[in-house]
């Protein structure tokens, strides 16, 4: 198959963060297709880091307009994992551990929903070790605590 003819993916670089955990938390998203760069971050005043990185994931599945092949990276083992590994167990014991709700169920929900509108491979990469597209996506949820914060101190 000619290159021309391959279907393109859309690549997503996805990052969260929080200050303090819990604390002040932002995700940011660089959603890339062919030679198209999309930035989009966001923030949270009380939550943490775990949260963040699912929102980020979440947030670059959901500003798709229609089903995709998506390549997801992100620095979270714990979205990774979570995605791939984890969440088939959670939902064969209807999202409970020991009677409980598993945590973050809310988003796990969120994202497993989000996802199944593509076909997403989900792959993870070193955070902070000089991976562009990482560091993009880290910088937006850093920009996305900042805005926050000074928004909130100018009230």
Not at 33 to 39: L, P
Not at 66 to 74: E, I, N, Y
Not at 131 to 147: G, K, S, T
Request: one cysteine or more; charged letters at 25%; glycine letters at 8%.
């Amino acid at each position: 198959m000619s290159q021309e003819n391959q279907p393109k993916i859309v690549e997503a670089f996805t990052d969260g963060g929080c200050r303090g955990n819990p604390g002040v938390g932002g995700w940011g998203v660089l959603l890339r297709y062919g030679a198209v760069e999309k930035r989009f971050y966001g923030a949270e005043a009380h939550t943490t880091n775990n949260r963040m990185e699912l929102m980020a994931a979440i947030m670059a599945l959901e500003k798709l307009t229609r089903p995709c092949t998506v390549r997801l990276t992100t620095d979270s083992k714990y979205v990774q994992q979570g995605i791939t590994e984890w969440i088939h167990d959670w939902i064969r014991v209807n999202w409970l551990r020991k009677s409980r709700p598993i945590m973050n169920v809310d988003l796990w929900q969120r994202l497993h929903a989000a996802a199944q509108r593509h076909h997403v491979e989900w792959c993870w990469v070193r955070g902070h070790q000089g991976h562009r597209e990482n560091d993009i996506a880290d910088a937006l949820a850093n920009q996305a605590m900042d805005e926050f914060l000074q928004s909130s101190t100018q009230h």
